[in-house]
């Protein structure tokens, strides 16, 4: 079966490839500037960096609103341990939730476990890029990959 890429995401890969190094532990390494600089297509690393930073404060400040929100309504529902919610930015997502209290187990030290130690106000925040979802072009890329893999294998 011979899937089919997007010309996009081939000619991308191809400007990456030669930026990807491998160490003898197998751990892959790449310069953040040329590789920001291979993938950004039309767009400007500038407008890439003032995206990244303004992505990065719409969840800071959605984070902290979302906490603050959680914090009065759980206030007003004491039966209530914690809230969730999301919220999109174009096809990715940001997932928030926000418990009441969490037990975290004790620290051992000594081979003695310490008492556990409850904290309050947990908020947890997530961003899902819909690019990491097994969808899509990123289904086709990983088909391909493992065919790659099948045939280095004898299969």
């Given at each position: 079966?011979?899937?089919?890429?997007?010309?996009?995401?081939?000619?991308?890969?191809?400007?990456?490839?030669p930026l990807i190094k491998i160490d003898a532990?197998?751990?892959?390494?790449?310069?953040?500037?040329?590789?920001?600089?291979?993938?950004?297509?039309?767009?400007?690393?500038?407008?890439?960096?003032?995206?990244?930073?303004m992505t990065s404060n719409a969840v800071h400040a959605t984070s902290l609103a979302f906490g603050e929100v959680a914090t009065e309504h759980l206030k007003k529902n004491k039966?209530?341990?914690?809230?969730?919610?999301?919220?999109?930015?174009g096809k990715d997502k940001i997932e928030f939730g926000f418990e009441r209290?969490?037990?975290?187990?004790?620290?051992?030290?000594?081979?003695?476990k310490g008492d556990d130690v409850v904290k309050h106000g947990i908020?947890?925040?997530?961003?899902?890029a819909q690019a990491s979802n097994n969808v899509g072009e990123l289904k086709r890329v990983k088909g391909v990959l493992a065919e790659r893999m099948a045939e280095l294998a004898g299969k």
């Open positions: 079966m011979t899937i089919k890429l997007n010309d996009a995401t081939i000619a991308t890969a191809e400007l990456v490839k532990n197998g751990v892959a390494s790449i310069d953040d500037n040329e590789w920001l600089e291979a993938v950004r297509g039309d767009v400007s690393v500038e407008e890439l960096k003032r995206v990244h930073d039966d209530m341990n914690s809230v969730s919610g999301s919220v999109n930015l209290s969490k037990t975290y187990p004790g620290m051992v030290k000594d081979g003695v908020l947890t925040t997530k961003y899902v």
